[in-house]
């Protein structure tokens, strides 16, 4: 079945440091790919997401490219704030899967001053 | 507030009860689903419904849990004779009917322990 693998964390940064947070996945079909982010004391919420391969997706100075021929969507961010500091989670829909999103475990990262 | 609210917030059960939680999704919404979240995890599927229809089902979930959207509006989810490893995060979420390309909206989530 289809599943996302990312980068186990935590990553800790200083301010303004370059960010990469590795995403693969596995899917049959053509899924749409996802990043969601948990900000501390809130809810999940969608930062960005590509529909089809190349495609890009940007969102708060992140961004990600789906990219079919590694499978994989890596975040990035070429400057990191403390603000920053939050889960963020892989995820993709669709192809034979469904309609349900499946997730990655998580990255947790930390940003410091 | 018109996001994707869950009650209770945090419940505390002895082994052996039953609980339910219950989500109200965005109103425009037909799609509704159920995760669970354990710490250090992502969510984890549980099922889906389009409408009132319960869609697909997680084979992992065990038949102690079961969910309803009786009129397609809100939904609850039931775990009957909890055990403690039945203790995490239940998300719900919501969406439009996009296919595979929608965002999905997420409540804070229902916390539970069994002791």
């Known amino acids: 079945g289809n599943s996302v693998t990312q980068m186990e964390g935590p990553v800790t940064l200083s301010e303004e440091a370059f960010l990469t947070i590795n995403c693969t996945y596995t899917a049959t079909g053509y899924p749409s790919l996802f990043w969601y982010v948990q900000y501390p004391g809130e809810g999940l919420q969608l930062l960005l997401k590509a529909t089809k391969a190349d495609d890009k997706g940007s969102n708060k100075g992140f961004e990600a490219t789906y990219r079919k021929e590694t499978t994989s969507f890596h975040l990035e961010k070429g400057s990191v704030q403390v603000s920053d500091s939050a889960v963020y989670f892989c995820a993709l829909r669709g192809g034979t899967g469904g309609f349900k999103t499946i997730f990655g475990a998580g990255t947790r990262l930390f940003v410091k001053a | 507030d018109t996001g994707v609210s869950q009650d209770p917030r945090h419940k505390i059960t002895k082994r052996g009860q039953n609980v339910t939680f219950r989500c109200d999704p965005i109103s425009e919404h037909n799609r509704l689903y159920w995760y669970r979240q354990t710490l250090g995890q992502g969510p984890e599927f549980l099922t889906y419904?389009?409408?009132?229809?319960?869609?697909?089902k997680s084979r992992l979930l065990s038949d102690r849990f079961s969910a309803e959207r009786p009129k397609g509006s809100f939904s609850t989810l039931e775990i009957q004779r909890t055990e403690q490893g039945d203790s995490a995060m239940y998300l719900c979420?919501?969406?439009?009917?996009?296919?595979?390309?929608?965002?999905?909206?997420f409540g804070e989530g229902s916390r539970l322990t069994v002791l």
């Open positions: 419904f389009q409408n009132e229809a319960q869609l697909e």
């Open positions: 979420a919501s969406m439009t009917s996009e296919g595979a390309t929608g965002e999905l909206f």
